[in-house]
């Protein structure tokens, strides 16, 4: 069965299995259950992935979560769109500790910035960066580009550590809207 556009306004499953959908907005959470076929999708909540998809372009948000299953393949025939900031990173990763997921482009270029990255193997001839970006472990396959390190410092009072404008590149100074990394 072929859908053309699917529109979640909160948190939204799509639990197909072989379909093809043209147009596909999560506008929160989203949860994709099965094996299918998507022209576009956009995720502007966390979202999880569990089956092997074919994306033609797949566009990400940045500060949100993306968990892939382990062993299972996202195809991209298209691009992947994925541009985090200093202070809302986003984070790719797999399900598993052990096993990693796989996104997978037969020629071109895939290029995200400011991500997070954990158990993504990168494969199918096409090069994959990741510009400044950090490492967490356990991928492959992808040429990651890490942000130089910098000094931050707390200006916040008894704000939230996650808050870009609680931390400054001088003391007292001006917020920098970045957030302290592994590398800082």
């Known amino acids: 069965m072929d859908i053309d556009s ?4 909160g948190n939204g499953t799509v639990n197909t299995n072989a379909n093809n959908i043209n147009y596909l907005v999560f506008n929160a959470n989203a949860f994709i259950n099965q094996n299918s ?13 569990m089956g ?44 598993s500790a052990t096993i990693k ?20 193997n990168a494969t199918g001839g096409a090069s994959f960066s990741a ?15 890490q942000p130089a390190p910098i000094d931050l410092y707390w200006i916040g009072g008894s704000g939230t550590w996650e808050d870009g404008n609680n931390w400054s590149l001088s003391s007292g100074g001006q917020a920098a809207n970045c957030l302290p990394n592994a590398i800082d």
């Open 101 to 120: 997921a796989n996104f997978s482009k037969a020629a071109g270029s895939v290029s995200v910035n400011y991500c997070l990255l954990s158990g993504i």
């Open 131 to 145: 510009n400044q970006s950090i490492d967490l472990g356990n991928n492959s396959g992808w040429t990651i580009s």
């Open 52 to 95: 092997s998809n074919t994306f033609g372009n797949l566009e990400l948000t940045q500060g949100k979560h993306y968990i892939f299953n382990g062993n299972t393949t996202q195809l991209f025939t298209g691009s992947l769109t994925a541009n985090g900031t200093c202070a809302e990173r986003i984070i790719f990763s797999s399900s």
């Open 37 to 49: 076929s998507f022209n576009h999708v956009t995720i502007r909540g966390n979202g999880t992935i």
């Open 6 to 9: 699917l529109y979640f306004e």
